[in-house]
């Protein structure tokens, strides 16, 4: 069982990344998937979460309009869309399912991470 993300890299300012969150040895299709970044010397964030039934969630406000987050059942993936990126950004992203479809729901699986890097 788990988790492996993929798409990051490093990006100009104003670049885009989509990063893709695929499951193994289990469905998705019954959990939550929760987007969450670290940056260096700061706390955990939760960008973004999808519900089992797609509907999302955006946090902070700082990536509202900017990030999108889908799920492809078919693909057993998860996709982060990130546009305009700012430097700010840069930090490990992490996707995390979550027990009960809910974005409210407890963590019950977490990817290792993919480093993404926003620098001229």
């Known amino acids: 069982v788990q988790l492996v993300e993929s798409g990051g890299g490093l990006v100009q300012p104003g670049g885009s990344l989509r990063l893709s969150c695929v499951a193994s040895?289990?469905?998705?299709?019954?959990?939550?998937i929760g987007w969450f970044r670290q940056a260096p010397g700061k706390e955990r964030e939760e960008v973004s979460c999808?519900?089992?039934?797609?509907?999302?969630?955006y946090s902070p406000d700082s990536v509202k309009g900017r990030f999108t987050i889908s799920r492809e059942n078919a693909k057993n993936t998860v996709y982060l869309q990130m546009n305009s990126l700012k430097p700010e950004d840069t930090a490990v992203y992490y996707c995390a399912a979550k027990s009960g479809g809910s974005c409210q729901g407890g963590i019950k699986y977490w990817g290792k991470g993919t480093l993404v890097t926003v620098s001229s």
């Open positions: 040895g289990f469905s998705l299709d019954y959990y939550a």
């Open positions: 999808i519900n089992k039934s797609g509907g999302s969630l």
